[in-house]
């Protein structure tokens, strides 16, 4: 499903100067998921604080954003098809979803948009990168 480092994205997120400026004062957890495998990545300070990659029904995020994923497959190309270079657009048009608190979602959406150009950059980095 997401076959990402999820260290690297991480550590390539907090050191990201467009993501900082975006997500400063962003206190939140995002589960993402892609059919039945989620993670929850939570932001403090505006900045990635932890990744869980385990999640239960216990654990508690504030936006969720996922679908199937073969959705995830495209929305991570390199070069994204038509209506996957964006959460907006594979949400209104294809199978993904964008549920939770949407106030907080559009509120620091550029912050959110960045973080799925750097899951692409990490998806799609050098084995030896990665």
Known sequence: MLDLNFERLQSVTNADPEFKLTARLLNARLRIFADREAHIITIKDGAIHSVNRNPTLF??????????????????????????????PAAAHKGFRMAGNLELLFSYYPAFRRLIDIMREVANAPAAAA
């Open 59 to 88: 654990d508690e995020w504030d936006i969720d954003v996922g679908g199937p994923a073969e959705d995830w497959r495209k929305i991570l190309q390199r070069i994204p098809p038509p209506l996957y270079q964006d959460l907006f």
